[in-house]
T-cell receptor
């Protein structure tokens, strides 16, 4: 059973650009969540997708958007990048049997 | 709304000593509670979780936590720590409220085990 994978590992963008981050969930997990973890802080909940529908959202502006595909993989899109968007972005898929989240290794985004 | 407070930002402790990392939460709905560990430049690994049932939860690597509903706490304990336990530890709560399902993490506690 493969774990949660994320791509790319690292990414450098400039202010105002757009970025797409990708996540492949663990087999059998139909729920995917995205988090932003700034340096030295805890992860901040961005949103969660269940069966291709957003079913929970944290305090992030609309320029943070997402998609979940029929195979339960997911994308996080961020438009009009700002310097404060520099962070580690974590994806997690949830085991529906016990609500345990399995985290990917993250994508390190740097906005210059 | 849910919130999580980890009461200590850093906890230094000597090897083989006991440790407690404190976590308080607030929520108007029933929640699930979790502790995660994060090693440098890695993602999060689940240590243990409380969903329901027994309030004393045992996890991996010798860690355990006790859910105290009256004090809204979920403190993490280990009777004897090792150097390899040096890492960042996060408490988290998950549950449904306005806006859907959310998971809220605390700011983290840095455990530093000294020889």
């Amino acid at each position: 059973e493969t774990g949660v994978t994320q791509s790319p590992t690292h990414l450098i963008k400039t202010r105002g650009q757009q970025v797409t981050l990708r996540c492949s969930s663990q087999s059998g997990h139909n729920t995917v969540s995205w988090y932003q973890q700034a340096l030295g802080q805890g992860p901040q909940f961005i949103f969660q997708y269940y069966r291709e529908e957003e079913n929970g959202r944290g305090n992030f502006p609309p320029r943070f958007s997402g998609l979940q595909f029929p195979n339960y993989s997911s994308e996080l899109n961020v438009n009009a990048l700002e310097l404060d968007d520099s962070a580690l972005y974590l994806c997690a898929s949830t085991n529906p049997r016990d609500n345990e989240q399995f985290f990917g290794p993250g994508t390190r985004l740097t906005v210059l | 709304a849910q919130s999580v407070t980890q009461l200590d930002s850093q906890v230094p402790v000597f090897e083989e000593a006991p440790v407690e990392l404190r976590c308080n939460y607030s929520s108007s709905v029933s929640v699930y509670l979790f502790w995660y560990v994060q090693y440098p430049n890695q993602g999060l690994q689940l240590l243990l979780k409380y969903l329901s049932g027994s309030t004393l939860v045992k996890g991996i690597n010798g860690f355990e936590a006790e859910f105290n509903k009256s004090q809204t706490s979920f403190h993490l304990r280990k009777p004897s720590v090792h150097i390899s336990d040096t890492a960042e530890y996060f408490c988290a709560v998950s549950g449904f409220n306005t806006g859907g399902f959310k998971t809220i993490f605390g700011a983290g506690t840095r455990l530093f085990v000294k020889a």
